[in-house]
């Protein structure tokens, strides 16, 4: 095992006694558990409209089928997205019959490229998806400009999905990202805040919370579910077909009591991002993506630089016990998408070079600084 892994995972000690007497209390699927860990992070985030689910990808798939469903789509609507994130960003599109348009790369951040992204928009352009790439944010504000420049133009605005797998806690001017649009958390074992896995979907408003609460159980109203006088087991009607998306009580129970340590954690990235920024400015050889602002505050989930000679500076720091790695393959070189294929110059020269090194809160001042000089001594 690498001495500096690029992930690791967080398991609070305060976790052990609350999960033993869940696992032993003979009700251990959705339950009071899952209300409360739902209340909690409704007061982090200040945000209503806030469902728990067994995967972000669960929830990426039930935002499309949310959005299908009030628009009314057909298949040969487009969804706008950038093929430099992980899988379950764009696999749920084929799961909602979505044709993918891809949206090149931001050079300067590694996520999805605005100004390609407002040159590509059509009337057939319906969803927006993207990555908050390591936990930087996208410029929603500046997305939004775009959409209601371009609004009379398409007779409507996209609906926009923000993928925050990388981005618990990230900050744009003060707010945090997810709350504006739909917003899917990845609450997966390597993720800053973990449930063991699971995900949240962040709803804009109450309607699409109503449904998304039916559409991650099947379809089935649970609130009416007992009020069946011949047998409380019986569903009443389902209306709307769903699916088994749900969290449980053990997952809530872990994500309870891991919850309150996150932004301690989180802090601890930042304050190791700020070092490398400070440590690798001027090395000749590598150009740093997205240093810390007070107006973008990236969660860091990952640290991305570009390298000269990626390769092997990869094996270099393999040998001094850091783990490096571009981290996501783009999705549009896989054989499900090659429906989708188009020219994406910047991403074309940007995979040469993109990297990321540990960051996160395993990390001490020490271990950056190690990790930065080996850096300097393979740029030297």
């Known amino acids: 095992?690498?001495?500096?892994?690029?992930?690791?995972?967080?398991?609070?000690?305060?976790?052990?006694?609350?999960?033993?007497?869940?696992?032993?209390?003979?009700?251990?699927?959705?339950?009071?558990?899952?209300?409360?860990?739902?209340?909690?992070?409704?007061?982090?985030?200040?945000?209503?409209?806030?469902?728990?689910?067994?995967?972000?990808?669960?929830?990426?798939?039930?935002?499309?089928?949310?959005?299908?469903?009030?628009?009314?789509?057909?298949?040969?609507?487009?969804?706008?997205?950038?093929?430099?994130?992980?899988?379950?960003?764009?696999?749920?599109?084929?799961?909602?019959?979505l044709r993918i348009k891809w949206v090149d790369v931001d050079?300067?951040?590694?996520?999805?490229?605005?100004?390609?992204?407002?040159?590509?928009?059509?009337?057939?352009?319906?969803?927006?998806?993207?990555?908050?790439?390591?936990?930087?944010?996208?410029?929603?504000?500046?997305?939004?400009?775009?959409?209601?420049?371009?609004k009379e133009r398409l007779g409507f605005k996209p609906y926009v999905i923000e993928d925050c797998a990388h981005a618990f806690l990230t900050e744009l001017n003060g707010k945090y990202v997810g709350t504006n649009n739909f917003g899917i958390f990845s609450l997966q074992a390597i993720k800053h805040l973990t449930t063991g896995d699971g995900g949240l979907i962040f709803c804009p408003d109450k309607e699409f919370y109503e449904k998304a609460k039916l559409l991650r159980w099947y379809g089935i109203d649970r609130d009416k579910r007992n009020y069946n006088k011949k047998d409380l087991r019986l569903e009443h009607d389902v209306e709307h077909w769903g699916y088994k998306a749900h969290m449980n009580d053990i997952n809530a129970t872990i994500g309870l009591n891991n919850l309150p340590h996150i932004p301690e954690l989180i802090e601890k990235s930042r304050r190791n991002a700020r070092i490398y920024d400070e440590e690798l400015k001027d090395i000749p050889g590598i150009v740093i993506l997205s240093p810390y602002s007070e107006d973008k505050k990236s969660a860091y989930w990952l640290y991305t630089i570009l390298v000269e000679k990626k390769a092997e500076f990869i094996e270099f720091m393999k040998e001094k016990g850091i783990t490096c790695s571009q981290v996501h393959q783009r999705n549009d070189v896989h054989t499900c998408f090659k429906d989708f294929?188009?020219?994406?110059?910047?991403?074309?020269?940007?995979?040469?070079?993109?990297?990321?090194?540990?960051?996160?809160?395993?990390?001490?001042?020490?271990?950056?600084?190690?990790?930065?000089?080996?850096?300097?001594?393979?740029?030297g």
Not at 44 to 66: C, D, E, K, Q, W
Not at 341 to 359: F, G, H, M, Q, W
């Open 107 to 150: 050079p300067k951040s590694g996520c999805i490229n605005l100004e390609d992204l407002e040159n590509k928009l059509t009337q057939k352009t319906k969803m927006i998806i993207f990555v908050h790439w390591g936990g930087y944010p996208v410029d929603t504000v500046k997305l939004d400009e775009i959409l209601e420049r371009n």
């Open 1 to 97: 095992m690498s001495q500096y892994p690029l992930f690791k995972v967080f398991m609070s000690q305060d976790v052990i006694q609350p999960l033993t007497d869940k696992l032993l209390s003979g009700f251990i699927t959705q339950g009071p558990a899952v209300d409360e860990f739902e209340n909690q992070l409704q007061k982090v985030f200040n945000h209503p409209y806030i469902l728990t689910l067994n995967s972000a990808t669960a929830g990426i798939t039930i935002a499309m089928r949310l959005i299908k469903d009030r628009m009314n789509l057909s298949d040969d609507d487009e969804i706008l997205s950038c093929p430099l994130t992980c899988m379950a960003t764009n696999l749920p599109a084929m799961a909602n019959n």
């Open 341 to 379: 294929r188009c020219s994406l110059p910047i991403l074309d020269e940007y995979e040469k070079k993109i990297i990321c090194i540990p960051v996160g809160w395993w990390l001490e001042e020490k271990d950056v600084k190690y990790i930065s000089e080996q850096i300097r001594v393979f740029f």
